[in-house]
């Protein structure tokens, strides 16, 4: 049997762990309203019965030690869920103020933009007014007005947008510090619960952890990985490494052409982050996909309608008769030595609206007339007028383009990297070319182009298009051509013969020889009728196409010099070969029925200056510019183009909000689950209390029985009463 001492040390157990349990539910109510406090319950555990003989016999109870009511698989998705609410709301709120800019009657400021809707309308209609009365000054000072108010409210668009970008910028290159706070105190406490708790429930310490991954996935997207010893791991979602164990891996930023780039240790991830979540996704979504999208149909708009309005009132006659420098429809030139032009003249598409002005200030110089039309003559402003309902965003294709790249000199011999460009054909479609460098060691790289899509030139108009094989009388080999003709009644396409190094151009004939010859017998296998193929130093002339509108010519690989070695000074990391720029693929033809599209792979700067290097810093591509124009669907007049970009935008912000609607939603329904489980409820731990107040009571008042017990043991022959 067990002794009274067995019976004091069993109570005894009982009133220790009842006092434990009892300090748990007290923590829990003190930190009932803590941040991220998690609440704890008591671990029972019996202690090893006594065994007599073949009896045993309890000997109570232990309590281990508290246990957090956590769930780690719902914390991580309320964290996932977290970071894309907060990249949607970081978005939203930057597209909600562009959205503003273009909102009607918003009034003209520095800072924002009028009703640029209107400003089309009116400056279109004010030609309507001068074609009624092309001598009156009042009508002519109508025109400059409204165009300078059109000219106004796009620029004070493009600044604002402009403004929008910095502000994004300048918020996005602030989180990296808040990231690297959070990563480094993550990983401090990787340490503590690797030392303390390695096998059991960190308590606390998983609080404060689970409450910096929870601000972590705020700013940016996470992957969190479990590792031994109750250990984490941090990545970013394109695998980045941020935390491992006790170690933490910074964050950090790079100017690259003008806007904060993201650096993990060398490697540039602000595309991913850009995709990842949290608020830094949102910001540079916003700053460098929704902002530009805005920014380019914007600059388009004003170009167009710039170097439109301009052409035409530079084909024309002012008032005074004085003739433009343009070409009007019937391809006469005007006489005029300084041209008419009402818009500053873009001189690229990029840009165009933040530059967009009246140049203008002589209303006489409004040409009302046409080319040797008298002052009453109103057909140049019919015409202008004319322009409001017509389309103004004509495609135009990329004629040059050059690139900004460093390479990293300490890459691994063999080691690539790449730079990429969109490219315009004149058919208004777009191409993603890509150039690749490969480390050979020594300072010397090696680079190519690649563009698997195909540019074509319109051959609606009977005229040529060229393609240039190369410099010499030889065809450059995994160079070809696809060619597009009429075949009777309809329109065949055949791939030109394939090249061989070396093989001869030929000439046409009769009979044609060497490369000339393979490419007749094609045509003419195909039907191909009304197509004249010439050689002049190795530049083959397709000419006297007959094919129909939107038939085309195209280059499906631009391989022609496009590929060749860079060398480097291995000290000041200047390019030494080539000197100068390095040419390409030439590929001349017809951009718009009449204007030659002459397009050259200029990659190493305008003026013959290398804007190639080679340094220590990490491999990327810092700038770029090109010209071209990109097609507009279904021939939007002005009104329209604008219309559809306001639409669109209202469109991409509707989409977001419902996104963040959604997800915002998500995370308060796992918000509350989470908060079921592991927040503290006041009325549980009344209950709690309240039990285990009477539990302490029990074992009380059985060490007043056991001492009742003893003082009859010790009064032998008393009788004493036991109640």
């Known amino acids: 049997m067990g002794t ?7 109570m005894a157990g009982a009133l220790n762990a009842d006092q434990s349990a009892l300090s748990i539910v007290a923590n829990n109510v003190a930190n009932a309203n803590t941040p991220g406090y998690t609440q704890e319950v008591p671990n029972w555990k019996e202690n090893q019965p006594i065994q007599i003989g073949s009896a045993s016999y309890g000997d109570g109870v232990t309590q281990t030690g508290p246990t957090s009511l956590r769930d780690r698989v719902l914390n991580e998705r309320l964290d996932q869920q977290q970071q894309l609410a907060s990249s949607s709301g970081a978005q939203l709120t930057a597209l909600n103020s562009v959205q503003a800019l273009f909102t009607p009657d918003s009034g003209s400021s520095t800072s924002s933009a009028g009703d640029i809707g209107s400003d089309i309308t009116s400056f279109f209609s004010s030609f309507s007014s001068l074609e009624a009365n092309p001598t009156n000054n009042a009508f002519r000072q109508q025109v400059l007005s409204s165009a300078t108010t059109l000219a106004g409210d796009i620029s004070n668009a493009a600044a604002s947008l402009n403004s929008q970008t910095a502000a994004l910028n300048q918020e996005a290159g602030g989180i990296p510090s808040q990231v690297n706070a959070l990563t480094s105190a993550i990983a401090q406490v990787n340490k503590q619960i690797e030392s303390s708790s390695p ?9 404060q952890r689970q409450q910096d991954l929870s601000q972590l996935s705020q700013l940016i997207g996470i992957n969190q990985i479990t590792s031994e010893n109750n250990g984490l791991s941090i990545t970013t979602t394109s695998g980045q490494l941020l935390v491992a ?3 933490s891996f910074q964050m950090t930023t790079g100017n690259v052409g003008g806007a904060s780039d993201f650096f993990v240790g060398t490697t540039n991830v602000t595309a991913q982050l850009a995709g990842g979540g949290g608020q830094l996704g949102g910001y540079l979504t916003a700053r460098d996909t929704d902002i530009p999208s805005v920014m380019g149909s914007l600059d388009q708009m004003a170009y ?26 019937a391809g006469v030139v005007g006489t005029g030595t300084t041209p008419l032009y009402i818009f500053k003249e873009p001189t690229q598409v990029a840009g165009s609206a933040a530059g967009m002005s009246v140049v203008m200030t002589d209303p006489n110089q409004i040409s009302a007339a046409g080319l040797g039309g008298g002052t009453g003559d109103n057909s ?20 040059s383009f050059s690139v900004t790249q460093n390479l990293d000199a300490s890459t691994a011999l063999n080691g690539v990297t790449t730079g990429n460009i969109t490219l315009y054909d004149s058919l208004g479609a777009s191409h993603d070319a890509t150039i690749t460098y490969t480390n050979l060691g020594a300072n010397t790289w090696g680079y190519s182009i690649s563009m698997p899509e195909m540019l074509a030139a319109n051959t609606a108009v009977a005229n040529q298009v060229s393609y240039n094989f190369g410099s010499s009388g030889t065809v450059n080999p995994g160079t070809t051509l696809t060619i597009a003709g009429k075949s009777g009644a309809n329109m065949a396409t055949i791939a030109a013969p394939t090249v061989t190094a070396g093989e001869a151009v030929g000439t046409a004939g009769p009979p044609a020889t060497g490369y000339m010859g393979a490419l007749d017998a094609a045509l003419t296998t195909a039907g191909i009728t009304g197509v004249t193929v010439t050689n002049t130093g190795g530049v083959l002339t397709i000419a006297g196409a007959t094919a129909t509108a939107g038939s085309v010519i195209a280059d499906p690989v631009a391989s022609a010099n496009a590929s060749g070695t860079l060398s480097f000074n291995a000290i000041t990391g200047n390019l030494i070969t080539p000197a100068s720029n390095v040419g390409g693929l030439t590929f001349s033809g017809l951009s718009d029925g009449a204007t030659a599209l002459n ?72 918000q509350t689950q989470n908060d079921a489980l592991s927040k503290v409820n006041l009325n549980d731990e009344a ?12 074992a009380s008042q059985m060490f007043n ?4 017990i003893i003082q009859s043991a010790l009064n032998l022959g008393v009788e004493t009463a036991v109640s």
């Open 599 to 670: 397009l050259d792979w200029n990659l190493y700067g305008a003026t013959g200056a290398s804007n190639i290097t080679q340094t220590t810093a990490a491999s990327a591509q810092s700038g770029e510019t090109l010209n071209g124009i990109p097609s507009v669907i279904n021939s939007q007049t002005p009104i329209d183009y604008y219309s559809n970009l306001v639409s669109t935008l209202g469109s991409t912000v509707s989409s977001v909000q419902d996104e963040n609607t959604a997800q915002t939603a998500s995370v308060t329904q796992l």
């Open 304 to 329: 167009s309608i710039s170097t439109s309005v301009n052409a035409l009132n530079n084909s024309g006659t002012d008032l005074d008769g004085n003739q433009g420098t343009g070409t009007n429809a």
């Open 4 to 10: 009274i001492n067995g019976a004091f040390s069993v």
């Open 705 to 708: 029985t056991l001492n009742t």
């Open 687 to 698: 209950s709690a209390l309240s039990t285990l107040q009477t539990s302490y009571q029990a």
């Open 380 to 399: 140049n402003a019919i015409a202008m007028n004319n322009l409001g309902s017509q389309s103004l965003i004509q495609p135009e294709a990329t004629t």
């Open 199 to 207: 096998n059991s429930d960190p308590g606390t310490l998983e609080d």
């Open 245 to 247: 164990g006790g170690s």
